[in-house]
């Protein structure tokens, strides 16, 4: 989580506001992932972004309905 952090947050500071992440290869994701994720969604919703989470695998699918967040997040097959 800190590398994905680090690295969206870099993406975020040149100016990326959209952001495609592709999750196919997920194979384990807790809370801290999900905190990273949210956050730079949340970032790029103030400023007209979107974030977007591409073929799932089933595990993100998984923790992604646990969560509350497949509703909220824009989950692409």
Do not use: N, Q, W
């Amino acid at each position: 989580a800190p590398d994905l952090r680090e690295h969206l947050t870099g993406l975020h500071a040149r100016g990326v506001r959209s952001f495609a992440l592709d999750t196919s290869e997920v194979s384990f994701i807790d809370s801290v992932g999900l905190s990273v994720i949210l956050a730079i969604y949340r970032r790029c919703l103030e400023e007209d972004g979107r974030v977007t989470i591409v073929a799932p695998s089933k595990a993100m699918r998984r923790t992604l309905e646990v969560a509350g967040l497949a509703d909220v997040l824009t989950v692409v097959d």
